[in-house]
């Protein structure tokens, strides 16, 4: 019944939804942010320790749909001891593969990462998968306000 | 079940009922967002632009004069519609929100001293929360809330109990866009005119769905849009009584609403126009005419008839489903479910729907203070329209429940 929409819904994003990796407070963040997708009302608190420019620990909390979920939680362990240079560059390329500006079908430098690739297919879905990663480089550059997707 | 109207005929009239959406039957059921336009109002657009048209209120040539008597045809039948005394009280705006802002500014900012207070309820869209804010910003005013029980309906002690000396307007949705309450608005105006304060009603969602008689409410604004009247998009109404508009100050100014201009001073022109500032929407203002023709000969006493069975027979399906609840259970309501889904976002809910073909609105509904009331970041809702089935209800039943199979 839904097999077109696999695309966007696959096991992983069910998977990372059910069970959403590194879901947690994180006590000793050295950065914290509050996202906030307006559109949706979606909100994620993301949780960051960075040591000597390097992402040491990525967490997060908050309700949001199971592509926000998902993306959240497949960014906490993609970034994961990563330079804060490389996760910017990485934010970059997700983001256009998302929007569809890199229009390829094989994304080998992202990993699992690549399973949200068919959000491109569903402009109304895109700031839910990109709801984490601007949070995230809203830590990274130690914005103090909230973050929101518009 | 014996059904009140006959639906497969009017389908008929709405040529967009037939288009496909992946592959299947469109099942259109987010009439609370827009409702789609039937063909005599479609066919009304085309005539006025082929034939028609040209400004109103001007030119002496012959399109002028046609394309006034049509617009000004058109408020007579909105006047109709909605019982007003006169149709210097209907007002041509851009929609609901317009209108409300309309009565802030002019209204609002003329009337309010500091500590006064306009009176509003938890249940309101952001239209009928943020002009006010603005007005509360500008003149010092205070904005007060009547809080909401679970159901969704206003508990009225608690009205009453924010209704004080200090009142100088209530503003109030008669049906909800993100619950379907019906407010008790005659007891709410009845109460308000205890005290001398003028009440405005928002219109937005109940005038699509059930007879308003402002003459019979009492009611001192009604403010409405023509889109979700089965009219175009970029018309609305302000009702208002006229001693009221003609105490108002002008709102926008510019053509049609002055009288004489010199560099001194203006006159401003009598009533409707002194609010119609610029070229109004005039093939919509037309439209809405014809949107407004075609609902009575259906009669909208058949049309709420009609859609509460609709509403109570998708509410009975719907509460089948052991993981879904039901945001918005007042005792009077209006053909609006608003929904979740256990582990299931809105958003997921609305994308799988719309692969099956069927439209539903999924987020806050513009009304963030309801949502966060009932502790949920969105809903997913499905708002009735006289031109859906109950087959319909059946296809999104199914769809819902496949849902739920699909994310185990």
């Not at chain 1, 990563?82 to 990993?111: A, P, Q």
């Not at chain 2, 006010?132 to 159901?151: D, E, F, H, M, R």
């Not at chain 2, 001192?220 to 849009?225: C, E, I, K, L, Q």
């Amino acid at each position: 019944m839904f097999d077109e929409i696999r695309d966007l819904y696959q096991e992983v994003v069910f998977d990372h939804n059910r069970n959403p990796r590194n879901f947690r407070v994180m006590e000793d963040a050295t950065r914290k942010i509050d996202g906030f997708n307006p559109l949706c009302g979606d909100r994620i608190t993301l949780y960051v320790k960075v040591n000597d420019n390097v992402i040491e620990d990525v967490s997060f909390q908050g309700s949001g749909c199971a592509i926000s979920t998902a993306s959240a939680s497949l960014m906490t362990e993609i970034v994961r001891g990563h330079t804060e240079e490389e996760t910017h560059g990485l934010f970059d390329l997700f983001h256009k593969i998302v929007t569809g500006e890199d229009s390829r079908t094989n994304f080998d430098e992202l990993g699992k990462l690549a399973v949200l690739a068919g959000v491109r297919a569903y402009p109304a879905r895109v700031k839910c998968a990109t709801l984490a990663w601007h949070s995230l480089e809203a830590a990274l550059k130690e914005d103090e306000e909230t973050v929101s997707t518009e | 079940m014996t059904l009140s109207l006959d639906v497969a005929k009017i389908r008929q009239d709405f040529p967009i009922l037939n288009e496909t959406i992946h592959g299947r039957p469109l099942v259109y059921l987010d009439n609370a967002a827009s409702t789609q336009k039937p063909k005599a109002v479609l066919d009304t657009l085309r005539h006025v632009y082929e034939h028609d048209y040209a400004n109103v209120h001007r030119g002496v040539h012959t399109l002028s004069q046609r394309s006034t008597d049509l617009f000004e045809g058109a408020r007579k039948k909105v006047k109709d519609f909605i019982n007003a005394r006169k149709i210097e009280e209907i007002i041509f705006v851009r929609g609901t929100t317009e209108a409300v802002n309309l009565v802030a500014q002019s209204y609002g900012r003329s009337k309010l001293q500091p500590g006064d207070e306009i009176l509003i309820t938890a249940m309101e869209h952001h239209s009928n929360i943020v002009p006010w804010q603005i007005l509360c910003q500008q003149t010092g005013a205070v904005l007060k809330v009547a809080p909401i029980n679970l159901s969704g309906e206003i508990i009225m002690e608690e009205f009453e109990a924010l209704l004080t000396e200090r009142t100088k307007l209530v503003s109030v949705v008669h049906m909800s866009n993100a619950l379907g309450t019906i407010n008790p608005v005659k007891r709410i105006i009845e109460l308000a005119h205890s005290k001398g304060v003028p009440v405005m009603l928002d219109g937005a969602q109940a005038i699509p769905h059930m007879v308003v008689d402002v003459q019979d409410l009492d009611c001192d604004f009604y403010a409405f849009s023509g889109h979700k009247l089965c009219g175009p998009s970029g018309i609305g109404v302000l009702y208002g009584k006229e001693a009221l508009l003609k105490a108002m100050p002008p709102w926008q100014g510019g053509g049609d609403m002055i009288r004489m201009v010199t560099f001194d001073k203006t006159e401003y022109n009598t009533l409707p126009y002194k609010f119609e500032a610029g070229t109004p929407a005039i093939a919509e203002a037309i439209g809405l005419g014809a949107a407004v023709d075609y609902l009575q000969t259906i009669g909208m006493d058949k049309i709420a008839e009609y859609e509460h069975q609709l509403l109570e027979y998708a509410t009975t399906k719907a509460l089948e489903i052991p993981s879904l609840k039901v945001i918005g259970t007042a005792k009077e309501k209006g053909a609006i479910l608003g929904f979740t889904l256990h582990h299931i976002h809105p958003h997921d809910i609305g994308t799988m729907l719309d692969q099956l073909g069927i439209a539903v609105r999924a987020g806050h509904h513009c009304a963030m203070p309801v949502m966060d009331f009932f502790g949920v970041p969105a809903t997913a809702r499905a708002s009735f329209s006289f031109y859906n089935t109950t087959e319909e209800v059946d296809t999104l039943i199914d769809g819902i429940k496949q849902i739920i199979e699909v994310f185990g």
